[in-house]
């Protein structure tokens, strides 16, 4: 089993690559099975990643629309990569009561490496901090 540093950053390259190429989430991990099938892809999805990319999959719209309502305020456009970040963490505050410090840690570690811009840290790390805000109301 996957922990859960591990289940989150394999849920960003994914839910990454589902953005950019205009997959569902669904659609791409069948996908990634029949490649793993073939001996393409050498990374087996867990079963842990699997369901919980599904079960976010279910929440995607929600989530998006919260985390797009957080971005009205800022004349920012927001990348694939920052929007990947952020949806997975929201999910993991949302259904798995992710705590403040680990998502404000977590999404400035994946910013760092993955985000859009030089911003997307301090990006993120406000967009989790207003939704969190929101979430304790």
């Avoid at 540093?5 to 190429?21: C, I």
């Avoid at 952020?86 to 985000?115: H, K």
């Amino acid at each position: 089993m996957l922990s859960k540093q591990t289940r989150r950053k394999r849920a960003f390259y994914l839910l990454f690559e589902s953005l950019v190429r205009g997959v569902s989430l669904p659609q791409l991990l069948d996908l990634r099975a029949e490649q793993f099938e073939l001996e393409l892809d050498k990374e087996e999805v867990d079963v842990s990643l699997q369901q919980f990319l599904l079960q976010l999959d279910a929440r995607q719209e929600e989530i998006t629309s919260l985390i797009l309502e957080k971005c009205n305020d800022t004349s920012r456009s927001i990348g694939n990569s920052d929007l990947a970040i952020l949806t997975v963490l929201v999910y993991e505050m949302l259904c798995e009561n992710l705590d403040l410090p680990v998502a404000l840690t977590q999404g400035t570690s994946l910013s760092e490496s993955f985000g859009a811009t030089d911003e997307s840290a301090d990006f993120i790390y406000a967009v989790i901090k207003n939704i969190h805000a929101d979430l304790r109301k």
